[in-house]
Each structure stands twice: as C-alpha cells, then as structure tokens.
C-alpha cells in the first residue's frame, strides 16, 4: 500500500525499560514513516504500552536511542514530545473526571485571552470543531468528563490528541471502549489522518481493526520483539501465531497453526 | 458541529428543578443556604429575638471574615488531595511576629506611631506566612511526606514557636493604624462608601451576566432564557443591597458618633451614624473575589482543579504539578498571615494561643462549603458561605449561653455530618 521511500520519521532503537527485576521491554527496535499505520500487537503484559511511553515522554527507558527525522532526541517529559509533533492516546485516557471537555482537550497548553486568563469560550469552540469531526454526535460540553460514557471520554483523549496537528499520533487501545459506529468513525479519522501523511502508532488488541488499518504489524511478547511483518504477506493465523508462540510465520508449521483453533 | 442557541420557549413544566436548572443554580449552594437560613430564623428564636439584628449580624461579619480568608486557601489544598492542619498554629506564628514588630522592634527604630510602621508589620508578616506555606510545600511535594502529616508537624512546631517568641506574654497594644485592619468602632467604611460598594457589586454582576451572555452568542453556544439571567441579576442585588442596608443600619456607639459630627461640624442625624462594612469584612470579600478569578478564570487554578481530579492527567499534561502544589501551600500561608493581621488587629494584642483550633473552622467551613475530600471539587463562594456557617453556629452558641465545651462538641459533629453528605451525594452522583 504506502510506498516507504526514504528514512523513517521515527526510529526506536534497542529500546530497554525494566521495573525492578522485570524487563516490561527488553531490546525492541521500531520504525515509523509518514502516512504510515504501525499496529503494535500483543498479549496483556507484553509491553506494548511501556514501550510507547518511551516515546511520548511519559516514562524514561532505561537505554536505547530514538531518531526522529534521524536526528537523534532525548525526550524526558511529554511537553518534550508534544514539542517534536508527537501526541498519544493513552490506554488510560489521562483525562482530570472533574473538568469539562475542553479543559481536557487543552490540559496543559490552555488558550488564554490577552490578559493571560483562560479563554473558555475558544477552547469549548475549537474542540466543537475537533468533535465535529470525530463524534458528531457528542454534545456535552460543560460536564465534567467524569460523567461521560466510556466512549465519550474516549472521544475526548482522541480530540486532545488528534486538534494539535501531530505529526507522530500513538494510539494506545483507542476505540477499546466505543460502540461500532464511533469505531467506524475512528477507523476513517486513522485513515483519513494517514492520508494527510501523519504517522501513527496503533495498539490493539482487536485483530480484525489492525488487518484493516495498519500497513505493517510489530508483534511484542513478553518485553521482546518476535518481528515487524507487512500486513499483505501474512495471515491473520500467522500473526496470532505469533502474538501467541512468538515464532514468525515461516517457524510455523501447520500443526501448530491447526492447534491454534483449537 | 455548533448546536443552535437554544433560547427557546420555557420547558413546558415548570418544576422546581427546571426552573433552577434554567438559572444554573448549584442545588448544593441552594442546600447551603437554606442551612444557613435554618440556624439564623433558629437562634434568633433560641436567643429571644437578639440573633437576627443589625448589631449582632455586624459582628458576626467581623468574626467571619478571618476564617472566611483562610478557607478559600484551603479550598484549594484540599481540592490538590492534601490538607493543611497548621493553620490555626501558623496563625499563632506569624500573628505573634507582627505584634512584636509593630510593638517591640520597630518603634526602637522609627519610633512610636510611625505612619510606615502597619505597612512594614504587614508586608513581613505577609511575607512570614507565604515562606512558612512554602515550606510546607517543599517539603510536602518534593519531599513527599504527605502533607497530613508535615502540616501535623507544622501544628505543633509553630504554636511552639509562637509561645517561645515571646516566652508566652501578651503583646499590646498594636500600632493605631494597624488596629484598623481589625474592624471595630475606627476601622470601617462608612455609610456612603459601603452603599457606593453595593452599588458597584450590582453594576458587577450585571455586567459580568451580559458579557457571559456576549461571549456564548458570539461561538453561537447555548444561552440561558432572558427570564433567568434577569431573575439571577435582581437575586443577586437583592441580596447585595440587603446586606449593605442591614449592616448600615448599625449606628455608631453614640460617644463616638458626637465626635465624629463634632470634627466634621455637623449633627448626629436621628438614626445615628452609619459604621458601613468593617474593614476585615472588605478584606475578605476582597480575597474571596480574587480567589475566585484565580480558582476558575487563571491557569494556576485550572492546574490545581486538574491534579486533584487526576494527578496522572495532570503530568502527562505537561503541568508541573510539584511546584503548584508547593504554590497552593504559600499561597494558604499568605491567606493565613492576611487572617493573622486581622486577628492581631481586631484584638489588639497578640498572644501564644492566638489561632488555636482554627484550622478546624478553616477546614470544616471549606468542607461544609462543598469541598470534596476526596480532591478535585470545591467552590470558593462555598467555602466563604461555609465559613459564615461555622461563625454562625459559634456566634449563635455564645449568644444563646451555650458551655464552650458544648461548643466543640456541636462544631465537631457539624463537620463529621457534613463530610457525611458530601460522601453520600458522591456516591449518589457516581451511579
Ligand atoms: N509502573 C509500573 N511499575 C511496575 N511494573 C509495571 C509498570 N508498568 C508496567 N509494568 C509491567 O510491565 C509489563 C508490561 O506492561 P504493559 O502495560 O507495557 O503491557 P501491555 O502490553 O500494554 O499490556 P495490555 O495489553 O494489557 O495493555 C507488565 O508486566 C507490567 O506488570
Ligand atoms: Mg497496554
């Protein structure tokens, strides 16, 4: 589908991050080129999110390099890579349930009036904007988030992220929580966002979704890489294969793949 | 997506909730209120009629006032998920070093009744209060003791400390002019000034119901019905002018009313000279006033709001949340020196005991206000209300001959039943 040309926007090199004795990520390296969807898959625990929080400065690895344009960053806090054009989804929607959803959307890089007050009105505004894009039918701009459905405050972590016009978007589980039709909308928002040459990271767990949006899938087991494949030289059962042995498609035997269904 | 204004014909039922609903009138204030009402209609029947009148309803705004400035810090401490119990101590602290300044060290400097020496005194103790919150803070967020217990510290270092400044005496008099922060028969506005005052306030919340309304039509937000803008606007200076007309129907005790005529060359009109708003009073409106705009309208509040909703939120956000919360512990010391002044200055002297207990009506006056203990919620319109609660209660207690131990006993179960109803409408709303 994309044809890569070039060097990659992002590159994460022999990425480590361990919590005490656990290595959560244990050598993993990964690219990432505009217009490009990623799908990182995985078990629960594999590491997938430590990993991207690595990247979008919510927690420091423990060595490992990251090139961005192929320049080499270090980035030690989320300001830092929301500065390089990185914003992220995160599986916990990092949402304050006491604040309205455009003081959600803006957290951290408020619009304010000449005097340096809050300006409200264009926040709630410019995120009317954004939701009319995403889920138009979203309409609760004055409550508190923590009043909204899941797939409402879904909705409202995938405006923060998508209004500051990243360049490198992280989805960490996005629509874990949204009903088919606000899943659709997203799957067409992650189209759409590809289409104007962002490059995105995805999480989930959801393999139908990565075979239809992503151009190429890492499988992580276990802290490690098993190995990055293109979505059009592989099956479904290979990468479950994979997500579930660790062994890559040509490792396989049909046996094993046969178990798989059980 | 804009939805259309939606400045439609009224709700075909018009229920109770509806209409308060139209107005967007908080129904926890409402409740708040209505306790209010209760204790007031309450003592004044218990008391035989002495609660509900211009002299008493003067006073109790004087003895507000202190707890009602510190509360509005605390509301923010508590809203960040933490707690301040050294306030009434810090109180005791830095009172005790502002009446050492105005009444021992300075005047061996610039002599007795120097015209500098208030607003040296309040400048050092201004600055006292705010090093000592910082501190605090410090310690608390880059630390990270939990501020129960840094603050638990704090309680009994600093009355400590206001005891050894002095060795336990009394210092007295404060300096004449600093005696005007503390209210009394001097230190007031005036009749003209305080209606001037109202006036104002009206002119305010009308211009403030007409720029909101300015600013949602011009993003084509939804507005309120025109019936309820109007009918919150006469609340409001209904409610504003009443107050300046009962607390200007408070004459001067009639001694100083003649000499305030005499130096003037006039006569004492028939109904005495009006005190007007006391000066502690005008103090905490004051701060009430700016605490709100930096609550809601600045970012420093919206940090403060994020991190008690979800300090994790606030992080990735990019919000230093360390350094607001040490900024939110020197601002409650600041808020607690300004208290300290009026204290010191309404009472003339400073003592070791000065504040004691206080950081029980701060923080129940905050809480009964509809602050959450469990962060992120609270209101400083509702701590300064919760705060005339608690004086009321006290006030109404004292007056009625209630024993000072029962006192302490009913201020404690006030605030265990008002945490109570905070956590049971929690936990009705969270369903
Ligand atoms: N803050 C932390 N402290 C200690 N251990 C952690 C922390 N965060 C993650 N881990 C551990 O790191 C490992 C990887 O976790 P991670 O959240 O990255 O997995 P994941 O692939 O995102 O899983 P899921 O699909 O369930 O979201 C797990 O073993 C987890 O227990
Ligand atoms: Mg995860």
Redesign the interface.
């Given at each position: 589908m994309t044809v890569k040309t070039g060097s990659p926007m992002v590159e994460m090199r022999d990425i480590r991050v361990s919590f005490g004795g656990v290595h959560a990520v244990d050598g993993v390296s990964i690219d990432l080129h505009p217009g490009e969807v990623v799908a990182l898959v995985g078990g629960n625990g594999a590491g997938k999110s430590t990993l991207i929080k690595t990247l979008s400065g919510a927690h420091p690895a423990n060595s490992g390099q990251i090139f961005i344009d192929s320049r080499p960053v270090t980035i030690h806090n989320p300001i830092e890579a929301k500065n390089l054009g990185i914003e992220t989804i995160y599986q916990t929607l990092a949402l304050a349930d006491n604040i309205d959803a455009p003081g959600n959307v803006f957290l951290g890089r408020e619009l304010r009036t000449r005097l340096g007050s809050l300006d409200d009105s264009a926040m709630e505004s410019a995120t009317r904007k954004v939701m009319g894009r995403l889920n138009p039918r979203f309409l609760n701009f004055k409550k508190a988030v923590g009043w909204l459905s899941g797939g409402q405050r879904q909705s409202v972590a995938i405006a923060r992220a998508v209004h500051f016009n990243a360049r490198v978007l992280i989805m960490d589980e996005p629509t874990a929580a949204l009903g088919p039709a606000e899943t659709a909308q997203v799957g067409s928002l992650i189209r759409q966002l590809k289409d104007e040459g962002l490059g995105i990271f995805l999480i989930s767990h959801d393999i139908h979704d990565v075979f239809d949006l992503a151009d190429r899938i890492s499988v992580m087991l276990t802290g490690k890489l098993v190995g990055t494949v293109k979505k059009e030289e592989v099956t479904k059962d290979q990468v479950l294969g994979m997500i579930i042995m660790g062994k890559l498609p040509d490792e396989v035997t049909q046996a094993e793949l046969a178990d798989l269904h059980g | 997506?804009?939805?259309a204004p939606q400045e439609t014909a009224l709700p075909p039922k018009r229920s109770v909730g509806s209409l308060l609903g139209a107005m967007e009138i908080d129904t926890r204030l409402l409740g708040m209120v209505g306790a209010l009402v209760v204790i007031w209609i309450g003592f004044h029947i218990l008391s035989g009629g002495t609660f509900l009148t211009p002299r008493n309803l003067w006073n109790l705004s004087v003895q507000t006032a202190a707890v009602a400035i510190m509360a509005t810090g605390m509301v923010l401490i508590i809203v960040t998920r933490n707690i301040d119990l050294s306030v009434g101590s810090m109180l005791g602290v830095v009172g005790m070093s502002m009446a050492l300044l105005q009444a021992e060290i300075l005047p061996g400097i610039l002599g007795f009744d120097h015209p500098l020496t208030w607003i040296i005194t309040l400048i050092a103790g201004l600055l006292l209060g705010a090093l000592l919150g910082a501190f605090h803070g410090f310690i608390i967020a880059y630390v990270g003791v939990p501020s129960f217990i840094v603050t638990l510290g704090g309680l009994l270092v600093w009355r400590g400390a206001a005891w050894a400044l002095a060795s336990g005496r009394t210092i007295a008099p404060m300096d004449s002019s600093f005696q005007l922060l503390g209210g009394g028969s001097r230190g007031r506005i005036g009749g003209p000034a305080s209606w001037a005052i109202g006036v104002i306030a009206c002119l305010g919340i009308v211009f403030f119901l007409l720029v909101g309304r300015r600013?949602?039509r011009?993003?084509g937000?939804g507005l309120r019905p025109v019936w309820a803008e109007a009918t919150l606007a006469i609340i409001g200076c209904v409610v504003v002018l009443g107050a300046v007309a009962v607390i200007n129907s408070y004459p001067m005790p009639e001694a100083l009313a003649e000499q305030y005529a005499a130096e003037r060359g006039i006569e004492v009109p028939p109904g005495g000279i009006a005190l007007g708003i006391a000066n502690p009073v005008l103090i905490a409106i004051v701060v009430a006033l700016a605490m709100t705009?930096l609550a809601?309208?600045?970012?420093f509040g919206?940090y403060v709001?994020?991190i008690?909703?979800?300090p994790?939120?606030?992080?990735?956000?990019?919000?230093k949340t360390k350094r607001t919360i040490l900024m939110t512990f020197a601002l409650m010391g600041f808020l607690v020196a300004i208290g300290a002044a009026v204290t010191t200055a309404r009472l003339n002297a400073g003592t070791s005991g000065l504040g004691t207990l206080a950081e029980l009506y701060v923080i129940a006056a905050a809480v009964i206000g509809g602050t959450s203990l469990g962060g992120?919620?609270g209101t400083i319109s509702g701590a300064a209300l919760g705060a005339l609660v608690m004086q009321s209660l006290q006030s109404g207690m004292v007056l009625v001959g209630v024993d000072a131990p029962l006192q302490d006993i009913v201020v404690g179960i006030v605030l265990v039943i008002a945490v109570a109803i905070d956590t049971l409408y929690r936990r009705r709303v969270a369903k």
């Amino acid at each position: 589908m994309t044809v890569k040309t070039g060097s990659p926007m992002v590159e994460m090199r022999d990425i480590r991050v361990s919590f005490g004795g656990v290595h959560a990520v244990d050598g993993v390296s990964i690219d990432l080129h505009p217009g490009e969807v990623v799908a990182l898959v995985g078990g629960n625990g594999a590491g997938k999110s430590t990993l991207i929080k690595t990247l979008s400065g919510a927690h420091p690895a423990n060595s490992g390099q990251i090139f961005i344009d192929s320049r080499p960053v270090t980035i030690h806090n989320p300001i830092e890579a929301k500065n390089l054009g990185i914003e992220t989804i995160y599986q916990t929607l990092a949402l304050a349930d006491n604040i309205d959803a455009p003081g959600n959307v803006f957290l951290g890089r408020e619009l304010r009036t000449r005097l340096g007050s809050l300006d409200d009105s264009a926040m709630e505004s410019a995120t009317r904007k954004v939701m009319g894009r995403l889920n138009p039918r979203f309409l609760n701009f004055k409550k508190a988030v923590g009043w909204l459905s899941g797939g409402q405050r879904q909705s409202v972590a995938i405006a923060r992220a998508v209004h500051f016009n990243a360049r490198v978007l992280i989805m960490d589980e996005p629509t874990a929580a949204l009903g088919p039709a606000e899943t659709a909308q997203v799957g067409s928002l992650i189209r759409q966002l590809k289409d104007e040459g962002l490059g995105i990271f995805l999480i989930s767990h959801d393999i139908h979704d990565v075979f239809d949006l992503a151009d190429r899938i890492s499988v992580m087991l276990t802290g490690k890489l098993v190995g990055t494949v293109k979505k059009e030289e592989v099956t479904k059962d290979q990468v479950l294969g994979m997500i579930i042995m660790g062994k890559l498609p040509d490792e396989v035997t049909q046996a094993e793949l046969a178990d798989l269904h059980g | 997506m804009v939805t259309a204004p939606q400045e439609t014909a009224l709700p075909p039922k018009r229920s109770v909730g509806s209409l308060l609903g139209a107005m967007e009138i908080d129904t926890r204030l409402l409740g708040m209120v209505g306790a209010l009402v209760v204790i007031w209609i309450g003592f004044h029947i218990l008391s035989g009629g002495t609660f509900l009148t211009p002299r008493n309803l003067w006073n109790l705004s004087v003895q507000t006032a202190a707890v009602a400035i510190m509360a509005t810090g605390m509301v923010l401490i508590i809203v960040t998920r933490n707690i301040d119990l050294s306030v009434g101590s810090m109180l005791g602290v830095v009172g005790m070093s502002m009446a050492l300044l105005q009444a021992e060290i300075l005047p061996g400097i610039l002599g007795f009744d120097h015209p500098l020496t208030w607003i040296i005194t309040l400048i050092a103790g201004l600055l006292l209060g705010a090093l000592l919150g910082a501190f605090h803070g410090f310690i608390i967020a880059y630390v990270g003791v939990p501020s129960f217990i840094v603050t638990l510290g704090g309680l009994l270092v600093w009355r400590g400390a206001a005891w050894a400044l002095a060795s336990g005496r009394t210092i007295a008099p404060m300096d004449s002019s600093f005696q005007l922060l503390g209210g009394g028969s001097r230190g007031r506005i005036g009749g003209p000034a305080s209606w001037a005052i109202g006036v104002i306030a009206c002119l305010g919340i009308v211009f403030f119901l007409l720029v909101g309304r300015r600013q949602r039509r011009k993003f084509g937000f939804g507005l309120r019905p025109v019936w309820a803008e109007a009918t919150l606007a006469i609340i409001g200076c209904v409610v504003v002018l009443g107050a300046v007309a009962v607390i200007n129907s408070y004459p001067m005790p009639e001694a100083l009313a003649e000499q305030y005529a005499a130096e003037r060359g006039i006569e004492v009109p028939p109904g005495g000279i009006a005190l007007g708003i006391a000066n502690p009073v005008l103090i905490a409106i004051v701060v009430a006033l700016a605490m709100t705009f930096l609550a809601t309208r600045r970012r420093f509040g919206r940090y403060v709001f994020a991190i008690g909703g979800n300090p994790e939120a606030a992080n990735l956000g990019g919000i230093k949340t360390k350094r607001t919360i040490l900024m939110t512990f020197a601002l409650m010391g600041f808020l607690v020196a300004i208290g300290a002044a009026v204290t010191t200055a309404r009472l003339n002297a400073g003592t070791s005991g000065l504040g004691t207990l206080a950081e029980l009506y701060v923080i129940a006056a905050a809480v009964i206000g509809g602050t959450s203990l469990g962060g992120g919620v609270g209101t400083i319109s509702g701590a300064a209300l919760g705060a005339l609660v608690m004086q009321s209660l006290q006030s109404g207690m004292v007056l009625v001959g209630v024993d000072a131990p029962l006192q302490d006993i009913v201020v404690g179960i006030v605030l265990v039943i008002a945490v109570a109803i905070d956590t049971l409408y929690r936990r009705r709303v969270a369903k």
